[in-house]
């Protein structure tokens, strides 16, 4: 089974994912996950960085440089090369990557739930509102995993993002939000683990002490990657720093398909590449 499930918790650094997510870092202390730390691509923004995961490439290259950039990518990301495979894909998620992969701009009366497989995103549950609760979200993700059975699910939260920017990253707000994500991973998880899925887990950029990101800070670059899959071996491979950039590429030999030509596969310490 070549299934993977893609969760970018959007907003959250490095340290709080280490403090907070007790769940998740369970399943790495008991030999059951990988642990690593990204260097997120600049800049350390929302849309551009949507952008980078799911294509592989640098924003000089692939012209989405600020999040005021409303176009469809002109880069063919994981949603269609896994489509062209005749995989199913599907995800549940901020507007901005449908904007990025099926229609731009975004048409709010239209596109809040889409299904159409002549898509990239074949099955689509979107939202616009950056407090929608991420328990909302990712019960909008299990129902398009158990209806439509999709090879590439990709989920995208943004309850951490919002709140450190109300409060800082230095505030408990931050820090309890990071928590209740934890909690609700608690309980999908071993659902999809008993599946055989692979599982990724990471988040586009950090947040620094003002409640910002954008720049160069480690607050706002290092972000978690927690991969939960037989070909990953358990353990922490956190001494050196994982590209942005071979994410997409990694994804892609989960799925069982060709890189496209302008994705740098980087090897990444423990991965079965």
């Known amino acids: 089974m070549s299934k993977v499930i893609f969760v ?94 099926n229609r731009a701009p975004f048409q709010y009366l239209e596109d809040r739930e889409q299904h159409d497989l002549s898509k990239p995103i074949q099955h689509g549950k979107f939202y616009f509102e950056d407090c929608y609760p991420d328990s909302h979200l990712f019960l909008d993700a299990e129902y398009l995993r158990r209806t439509y059975d999709p090879d590439f699910l990709y989920i995208h939260s943004m309850n951490i993002d919002d709140t450190g920017h ?26 999809w683990m008993a599946g055989d899925y692979h599982i990724i887990i990471t988040a586009d950029h950090g947040m620094n002490e003002d409640g910002h990101h954008g720049g160069t800070g480690n607050a706002e670059r290092d972000v978690p990657l927690i991969a939960i899959s037989p070909a990953f071996e358990p ?4 001494d050196d720093y994982v590209p942005q950039l071979a994410l997409a590429p990694m994804v892609c030999k989960l799925l069982g398909v060709d890189p496209t030509p302008v994705m740098t596969p980087i090897p990444i310490k423990g991965f079965d590449q």
Not at 169 to 185: F, H, K, P, Q, V
Not at 235 to 238: D, R, S, V, W
């Open 8 to 101: 970018v918790l959007d907003g959250l650094r490095y340290d709080t994912a280490i403090a907070q997510l007790g769940y998740v870092y369970h399943l790495v202390e008991k030999s059951k996950a990988a642990l690593y730390k990204v260097k997120s691509e600049l800049p350390s923004l929302s849309r551009p960085l949507y952008e980078v995961l799911l294509t592989g490439t640098p924003s000089w290259q692939n012209g989405i440089t600020s999040n005021q950039i409303v176009r469809l990518s002109h880069n063919q990301s994981l949603f269609h090369l896994a489509r062209e495979k005749g995989l199913t894909t599907a995800a549940a998620a901020y507007h901005w990557v449908s904007e990025l992969y």
């Open 166 to 191: 109300k409060f800082t990253s230095d505030s408990a707000e931050y820090r309890g939000r990071t928590l209740m994500a934890d909690n609700i991973l608690a309980l999908l998880l071993p659902i």
């Open 235 to 238: 353990g922490i491979y956190t």
